[in-house]
């Protein structure tokens, strides 16, 4: 079975600064998805990023970047530029090449403060 | 906003009781996914279903139940309940079951906050 980890419960970030946010996975599949979810206060689920493990690009968008290590399983978010509305939830996420079910497997969330 | 809607937004009940969560996708999405998430931790996912049919279950409780109805509105079904369920339940919807190398985003309503008392 597919896990997700991300050993770090809360972060911190001066506003402006940079921080990266770490996750592992395990998985025996070579063809997967990953994504990284933001969850405000309002907890509404937001996608950031996703990356396609067959892409040896990595994935950005603005100012998020992923750096995606397919051998050592780990695919960490990093944060620039940081503003006080980053400051949430963050997760991240598998999901594998999808057959039956594209089901998501989140990992247990890095909390996010922005310090202005 | 994502297009999927969720009702009730909160519920407060009390244990033993009986409730429903009512999810409608987004316009032509064809797949209902339910999630669970429990206080400060990952969702977890509960139950999938395309075009009325059940499609994959995960770590879902036997008091729980699910359905998908002609017009692809979800609705989920919460039996027996204990102070353990009270979490927030997510919704999500995506337009079909993916294939291959296709991507099938998800898209996330509100989520129901449930408080069992």
């Known amino acids: 079975a597919q896990t997700v980890t991300q050993s770090q419960p809360e972060m911190s970030v001066q506003e402006a600064e940079t921080v990266t946010l770490s996750c592992t996975y395990d998985?025996?599949?070579?063809?997967?998805?990953l994504f990284w979810y933001k969850q405000p206060p309002s907890r509404q689920m937001i996608l950031v990023i996703r990356?396609?493990?067959?892409?040896?690009q990595n994935a950005t968008e603005n100012r998020f970047s992923v750096n995606f290590q397919k051998a050592a399983k780990s695919f960490s978010l990093k944060i620039s530029d940081s503003q006080l509305g980053d400051a949430a939830m963050y997760f991240c996420?598998?999901?594998?090449?999808?057959?039956?079910?594209?089901?998501?497997?989140f990992g247990t969330g890095t909390r996010l403060q922005v310090f202005p | 906003d994502s297009g999927v809607t969720q009702t009730p937004k909160h519920l407060i009940t009390a244990t033993g009781q009986r409730v429903t969560l009512r999810c409608s996708p987004r316009?032509?999405?064809?797949?209902v996914y339910w999630y669970q998430q429990s206080l400060d931790q990952g969702l977890q996912f509960l139950i999938q279903?395309?075009?009325?049919?059940?499609?994959a279950k995960g770590n879902i409780l036997e008091r729980f139940s699910a359905q998908q109805f002609p017009d692809l509105h979800s609705e989920l079904n919460l039996s027996s309940l204990e102070l353990g369920d009270s979490a927030l339940y997510f919704c999500?919807?995506?337009?079909?079951?993916?294939?291959?190398?296709?991507?099938?985003?998800?898209?996330f309503g509100p989520g129901t906050r449930l408080t069992v008392l």
């Open positions: 999500a919807s995506s337009p079909t079951l993916a294939g291959g190398s296709s991507y099938n985003e998800q898209f």
């Open positions: 316009s032509g999405d064809l797949s």
């Open positions: 990356q396609e493990a067959y892409k040896q």
């Open positions: 998985t025996s599949e070579s063809d997967y998805y």
């Open positions: 996420a598998y999901r594998r090449f999808p057959y039956n079910t594209d089901k998501l497997i």
């Open positions: 279903y395309y075009n009325g049919e059940e499609r």
